[in-house]
């Protein structure tokens, strides 16, 4: 299993699997062309990806959306992060998938009133993506120059590629990661979901 794989060569099984879905590279190569600083593709799109080529299913089955992360602490209006996503449509239309742009600097101004607890704001992209509610979706990527990927995965790839749901409780709450699991294991009946700790 590529889960029990050194390092290296999850890397390069992780490149091999997101390569597969064509959706997935396209938003990619047209988020270079954006500018947005600190960005990287992210969440569910990246894992269940994984999740669809390891179970033979096809590559974008399932996927509600493509997430992309960008940090911008020096204007953290609506307006700002509106002129993001504005471009953002022109970027990527045409694509049979919807890109959602957000500038994480601004998470801790929303975040309370959607998820009731209090966000202390992030310092960078890869800040926002250490605190999603599951370990596994801690993963971002990103094009830099002459196409190489950058792959942020600050817990590893191991429960990716192995089908693992783990809890990652140092923000969202508990029951917002019972919810996503639920959803994740209708589609994906061959995950694992381990419980939010006691």
Not at 9 to 16: A, I, K, S, V
Not at 38 to 52: D, E, H, P, R, S
Not at 153 to 167: M, T, W
């Amino acid at each position: 299993m590529l889960g029990r794989l050194p390092l290296v060569e999850q890397l390069d099984g992780l490149r091999f699997a997101l390569s597969q879905n064509e959706v997935l590279t396209d938003v990619l190569n047209r988020a270079t062309t954006m500018d947005l600083p600190g960005w990287y593709v992210t969440a569910g799109c990246l894992f269940q990806t994984v999740w669809n080529v390891v179970t033979d299913r096809p590559p974008t089955s399932g996927i509600k959306d493509y997430d992309i992360f960008y940090f911008e602490g020096t204007d953290l209006s609506w307006e700002a992060e509106d002129a993001a996503i504005k471009a953002g449509r022109k970027v990527f239309a045409g694509l049979p998938a919807e890109v959602e742009i957000r500038n994480e600097a601004r998470v801790h101004l929303w975040y309370e009133q959607k998820f009731g607890v209090c966000c202390p704001p992030h310092e960078s992209t890869e800040a926002a993506i250490d605190s999603f509610a599951a370990t596994t979706c801690c993963l971002g990527v990103r094009l830099e120059a002459h196409g190489a990927w950058r792959i942020y995965a600050p817990h590893g790839l191991s429960d990716v590629f192995n089908l693992v749901v783990r809890p990652n409780p140092v923000l969202a709450p508990r029951e917002v990661y019972e919810t996503k699991a639920a959803r994740w294991k209708d589609e994906w009946p061959e995950l694992t979901v381990l419980p939010w700790p006691g």
